[in-house]
């Protein structure tokens, strides 16, 4: 089972969308869970933390389940400029960041 | 711009080939962890340095080495290349031991082993 799982897409959504992206991660102690966000052959970029008590950024919200291991991204208002991959992290106890293989966005006018 | 840089951007090698990646790391961070990320998969941890030590390694064989420098920035060396050693090589600087600081990757290094 891989450490970080996530749904690789794509997520093909017209502008003014709300998506949604999920992911698990299977180690129990994994401290802290980011979403970063990569352009097509660009290096990654972070996009947000993610708490327990969920946070949102703008049109972004993001979610943490400890119980489940399961954290989310909501995405409200898609814009072209969001199309992307969204990459899901979790800082693992060793303090390495393990990533998912990614979710790939396309936003079409 | 995160500061980080990595040199060359694109490198072509022969397999069996020897090959090594450089890293400049964000001023003021002092560690430095390196990724693999094959095409449509998402980035692996290969190993970090902190303080010119080796300081945690991923499912990668001793092929892959590496070291830090006193000025932080490090290399990523990769003997008897494989086909499969062709992905995009990430480097990506940080504070240490604080969980939740966010990591700032290079601009990566491509490269091709035929």
């Known amino acids: 089972r891989k450490e970080v799982e996530q749904d690789p897409g794509p997520f093909n959504v017209p502008e003014g969308a709300t998506v949604a992206f999920n992911c698990t991660y299977s180690n129990s102690a994994s401290q802290s869970f980011f979403w970063y966000r990569q352009d097509c052959r660009k290096e990654p970029k972070l996009l947000m933390s993610v708490y327990s008590s969920g946070n949102e950024d703008g049109r972004f919200t993001a979610q943490l389940n400890r119980a489940s291991q399961y954290i989310s991204l909501l995405i409200r208002d898609s814009k072209l400029s969001d199309s992307a991959t969204y990459l899901c992290v979790v800082n693992s106890d060793t303090d390495k960041l393990i990533f998912g293989t990614g979710t790939r966005l396309q936003v079409f006018p | 711009e995160t500061g980080v840089t990595q040199s060359p951007t694109h490198l072509i090698k022969t397999r069996g080939q020897q090959v090594t990646l450089r890293c400049s790391s964000q001023s003021g961070h002092n560690t430095v962890s390196w990724y693999q990320q094959a095409l449509g998969q998402g980035p692996q941890f290969i190993f970090q340095?902190?303080?010119?030590?080796?300081?945690g390694r991923g499912n990668f064989p001793p092929r892959f080495s590496g070291l830090q420098f006193p000025n932080y920035s490090s290399e990523l060396n990769v003997n008897a290349l494989e086909l499969d050693d062709s992905a995009l090589y990430l480097c990506?600087?940080?504070?240490?031991?604080?969980?939740?600081?966010?990591?700032?990757f290079g601009q990566g290094t491509r490269l091709t082993v035929v």
């Open positions: 340095y902190y303080r010119e030590e080796e300081n």
């Open positions: 990506a600087s940080s504070l240490p031991g604080a969980m939740n600081t966010e990591a700032f």
